[in-house]
């Protein structure tokens, strides 16, 4: 693991094709903008636990973006 230490609008790049910028540093979250090609898949972490607990209790292959889909809708309804 590498572990960086990053100002606000600060950046690091992956690869070549992958730039992550610190936006802000506020109240002790952290916002970041990550520019990367459209094939790449970004999920937050508990979106990808997410998406392994579903597909271990269903038994069959869901995408993550999929599982994105459900978990939006399922925002719309309780809104």
């Not at 972490?45 to 998406?51: D, Q, T």
């Amino acid at each position: 693991m590498l572990i960086l230490q990053r100002k606000e609008g600060e950046s690091l790049h992956i690869g070549e094709e992958i730039e992550v910028t610190v936006m802000a540093v506020e109240a002790g979250r952290v916002r970041l903008a990550i520019q990367a090609p459209r094939d790449v898949t970004i999920l937050r972490s508990e979106l990808k636990v997410a998406a392994e607990t579903n597909r271990e209790a269903a038994g069959e292959e869901a995408s993550p973006l999929e599982l994105l889909g459900v978990l939006k809708g399922q925002e719309k309804k309780e809104s």
